[in-house]
Nanobody, 116 residues
Framework: QVQLVESGGGLVQAGGSLRLSCAAS????????MGWYRRAPGKQRELVAV???????NYADSVKGRFTISRENAKNTVYLQMNSLKPEDTAVYYC??????????WGQGTQVTVSS
C-alpha cells in the first residue's frame, strides 16, 4: 500500500499565495507521474498539473503562469506553488501519483479557500 499525505491548504485572500506539499510513503518501488487535481463545489474533479519523473509538466489552462508544480524524486514528494490566487481556485486539492508500475493512489485532499 501507498499513502499520500497533503499539507499546506488554508484560507487566503485573492492575490495571495499558498504552497501545497504531498509526501508519499509505504511500500514504494517505483514512481512515475505525480500531480494535483481539484474539485470545486458543484463541479467535477479537474486536472491542475502533472509532472513526470523526468520533469515534463502539463498545466490546466486556468492555472498556467500562476501555479508551479515540482517534485523531489528522492523524497517521493510533489509540490504545488500557487500564486495570484483567485476565488475560482477555491476547491479541495488532491494529490495523486502512479506507483509500482501502474497503480494510482490518491491523497485525502486539502481545502484551499480564496476570499475575494
Amino acid at each position: 500500500q501507498v499513502q499520500l499525505v497533503e499539507s499546506g491548504g488554508g484560507l487566503v485572500q485573492a492575490g495571495g499565495s499558498l504552497r501545497l506539499s504531498c509526501a508519499a510513503s509505504g511500500n514504494i518501488f517505483s514512481v512515475s507521474d505525480m500531480g494535483w487535481y481539484r474539485r470545486a463545489p458543484g463541479k467535477q474533479r479537474e486536472l491542475v498539473a502533472v509532472i513526470t519523473r523526468a520533469g515534463i509538466i502539463n498545466y490546466a489552462d486556468s492555472v498556467k503562469g500562476r501555479f508551479t508544480i515540482s517534485r523531489e524524486n528522492a523524497k517521493n514528494t510533489v509540490y504545488l506553488q500557487m500564486n495570484s490566487l483567485k476565488p475560482e481556485d477555491t476547491a479541495v486539492y488532491y494529490c495523486t501519483g502512479d506507483f509500482n508500475y501502474g497503480y494510482r493512489y490518491w491523497g485525502q485532499g486539502t481545502q484551499v479557500t480564496v476570499s475575494s
